[in-house]
């Protein structure tokens, strides 16, 4: 973002935000995160349809320091109603016409169209730790109760930068892969296992599988 402030970093449809739009943007955000004393190690459910702040109310949610569980809007209600209970989110982040899947959650909200008024904050945010929590994914619970899966920062630093040398990714190829992986478990399932491919492959062909 340094670098290239200007350039573009988030396209959907006919709406563009530069990384420094997006640096300002994902701040406010954090700023009302941090404002409901949530931090490192709590969790902040997200439920919005796919569009330009899917990216954009992930990132504000981890720059917090807090983790992010996405919820898929086509999910039906009593399974996001469990995801929301069993990760003790008490904010949420959502398109106000999706409100209607959680009829029973009583916490926070922070709709998707009041995004743009949040004021700016001076909060100060604690710098992330390889070990702190990033994201909740959930199992599809096809053999019994869902399972969650819990990520922590480190697991995605080591995808990114495993994938990026293997592929030979440029900074803007890695930056929108990274964007497609913070939207939604599927993409998280992706992504771990590319890599896992892709490290067995290398392992194999250069002697180094020990077994």
Do not use: W
């Not at 997006?22 to 969790?43: F, N």
């Not at 989110?89 to 709709?111: K, Q, R």
């Not at 995004?115 to 700016?120: A, D, S, V």
């Amino acid at each position: 973002m340094q670098k290239t402030p200007d350039k573009t970093a988030v396209v959907y449809k006919e709406k563009k935000f530069t990384y420094a739009e997006i640096d300002e943007i994902t701040d406010r955000i954090a700023g009302y995160v941090h404002s409901k004393g949530i931090g490192k190690e709590e969790v902040v459910s997200i439920l919005i349809p796919r569009c330009e702040y899917m990216p954009i109310a992930s990132i504000g949610v981890l720059k917090s320091g807090a983790a992010y569980q996405p919820l898929d809007p086509s999910y039906p209600p009593e399974r996001l109603q469990f995801m929301i209970n069993d990760a003790n989110a008490t904010l949420l982040i959502a398109d106000e016409n999706l409100l209607e899947l959680l009829p029973d959650y009583s916490g926070d909200i922070l709709l998707t169209k009041d995004i743009p008024n949040l004021p700016k904050s001076d909060a100060v945010f604690a710098k992330p730790s390889p070990d702190d929590l990033f994201i909740l994914i959930y199992t599809s619970g096809s053999t019994g109760t869902q399972r969650v899966l819990c990520l922590n920062t480190k697991m995605f630093v080591h995808s990114a930068i495993f994938i990026s040398e293997t592929l030979t990714l440029t900074n803007t190829a890695l930056f929108r892969h990274m964007q497609a992986t913070v939207l939604t478990p599927a993409s998280v399932k992706c992504i771990l296992r590319l890599s896992a491919v892709l490290s067995f492959t290398l392992l194999r062909r250069t002697s180094d599988l020990t077994l």
